[in-house]
């Protein structure tokens, strides 16, 4: 089956650094791919859909410079939390989609926890 | 607009007990509907997906759910559970047609007691 993969799983970063995290489509290439963030106990928030070579749509709400987002090609994406601060500390999932129209599929991640001291 | 409500925060079911996990839909179209699970600290694992077809569609681990047009629900089932089955279930739902994403339910805990 297709499998999507995340690095790094956990990262603890200090107020005020960048974090980068990478999603990887490992047996397939990717049409789109898709970042949602999660809180404790809640459910799943879209961020921003990228498409591979175009920027991304942010959802309303979502700061575009603070969460950059870069899609080089079809099996990778980048979420990259620019000047991290303690509430952007979360659970990141991205998912990869395949297929046009109607029946595309998203296959998720295993998810990134990030903790910002 | 699309939106997905999962009524109960927490379902807690005896081992070898049915168990019922409540979804309802609202989307400006037909639906794909789909249910995931989640695993502390885990991402989503795909359950199973109502695309067209028969209304009851059987997925992963024994589950399966029904998709009701009229009453616009998509409740997962298993005939069974299992301790193991305790996790975080969130239900979504999309357009069947063109580009449209993935909303998703806020999630219901399943606690399966021995």
């Known amino acids: 089956g297709a499998v999507v993969s995340q690095h790094p799983s956990r990262v603890i970063c200090k107020s005020g650094t960048s974090v980068k995290i990478e999603c990887r489509s490992l047996d397939f290439q990717a049409t789109t791919m898709f970042w949602y963030r999660q809180f404790p106990k809640q459910s799943l928030m879209l961020m921003a859909t990228?498409?591979?070579?175009?920027?991304?749509?942010?959802e309303q709400g979502v700061e575009k410079d603070k969460f950059l987002i870069n899609h080089a090609s079809l099996t990778l994406s980048t979420l990259t939390v620019t000047s991290a601060h303690p509430e952007d500390s979360s659970f990141y999932i991205c998912?990869?989609?395949?297929?046009?129209?109607?029946?595309?599929?998203?296959?998720f991640g295993p998810g990134t926890r990030l903790t910002v001291l | 607009a699309q939106s997905v409500a999962q009524p109960e925060d927490q379902v807690n079911v005896a081992e070898g007990n049915p168990l019922t996990v409540k979804c309802t839909y609202s989307?400006?179209?037909?639906?794909?509907l789909f249910w995931y699970v989640q695993y502390p600290n885990r991402g989503l694992q795909f359950l199973l997906k109502y695309i067209t077809g028969d209304n009851l569609v059987k997925g992963s681990y024994g589950f399966e759910a029904e998709f009701n047009k009229s009453q616009t629900s998509f409740h997962l089932k298993k005939p069974s559970a299992l301790v193991s089955d305790s996790a975080l279930y969130f239900c979504a739902v999309r357009l069947n047609s063109g580009y449209s994403t993935l909303t998703f339910g806020k999630g219901t805990m399943l606690l399966v007691s021995p």
């Open positions: 990228s498409n591979e070579g175009s920027k991304a749509t942010y």
């Open positions: 989307v400006s179209g037909n639906p794909y």
């Open positions: 998912s990869a989609s395949v297929g046009t129209g109607g029946r595309n599929e998203q296959f």
